[in-house]
């Protein structure tokens, strides 16, 4: 078979909505038996959960002014997740730091993303590295990409998707993908690293619902309240926070 550059545009990828593209995406999956992924600001499209998933997709369809397919699309995605629980099959994922705490998504479903994640050490049929932030990088933390066996690259930019099938290419990524492995940590390291994203994930939706909260009474100052005096005659005590100005 020929060596083959292909550049696929994701506005004309996209212009009929996502669900094509992950059909596309599915059948290659179908075809594979062992996948090297690396993303560096998402979670791997295999592990998603549906709430993530439908997140990512609403993010990308606003971007390019594409169809808001989501929920067909969200289907699909959870359908070739199968793959992940077949016998003779090996997902090796690597995931930079950075992406357990990108809230592309409503903080909630982050949390859930991560106990999903976290799942996914111990599998039998899956290896998930994280590469700490402050991790030492034999190569720079660049674009995700998958390499499906040793026949097909795909890589993503803004603009288009890459697939590459010529073996000079395979292995150049494959290299890449070996340098950011050395940087990883996996098992109860890679678990501690999705619980303590986890963490603050939640502390900060705690703090910022505090500050809502304290932003709305401080907002509501002049409302009458039981005990306190009606609004034009003294006012009450500013609330801690509150700007008395």
Not at 32 to 46: D, F, K, T
Not at 123 to 151: Q, S, Y
Not at 206 to 232: H, V
């Amino acid at each position: 078979m020929p060596a083959a550059r292909k550049s696929r545009s994701l506005a004309s990828q996209l212009a009929s909505g996502h669900k094509p593209v992950q059909d596309t995406w599915n059948l290659e999956v179908g075809r594979s038996h062992v996948i090297h992924a690396w993303e560096e600001s998402v979670i791997p499209g295999m592990p998603q959960t549906a709430d993530y998933a439908r997140a990512m997709f609403l993010r990308y369809s606003d971007l390019h002014g594409t169809a808001r397919d989501a929920d067909e699309v969200v289907r699909a995605r959870m359908q070739h997740q199968a793959w992940l629980y077949e016998t003779g099959r090996t997902f090796r994922a690597l995931v930079w730091e950075a992406a357990l705490h990108a809230l592309v998504c409503p903080p909630s479903v982050l949390a859930a993303q991560l106990d999903r994640l976290t799942g996914m050490v111990g599998m039998d049929t899956a290896e998930l590295g994280i590469v700490p932030l402050g991790a030492t990088l034999k190569v720079p933390a660049a674009n995700g990409f998958w390499v499906l066996d040793d026949r097909l690259v795909i890589a993503e930019d803004w603009h288009a998707e890459t697939w590459l099938d010529d073996a000079d290419s395979v292995a150049t990524y494959l290299r890449v993908w070996h340098a950011l492995h050395e940087s990883a940590v996996y098992g109860a390291d890679a678990q501690n690293l999705i619980s303590r994203s986890k963490a603050s994930v939640q502390r900060s939706t705690s703090e910022g619902l505090s500050t809502w909260r304290l932003l709305s009474r401080c907002s509501s100052g002049t409302t009458a309240s039981p005990g306190w005096p009606k609004p034009g005659t003294v006012q009450p005590p500013a609330m801690p926070g509150c700007s008395s100005a």
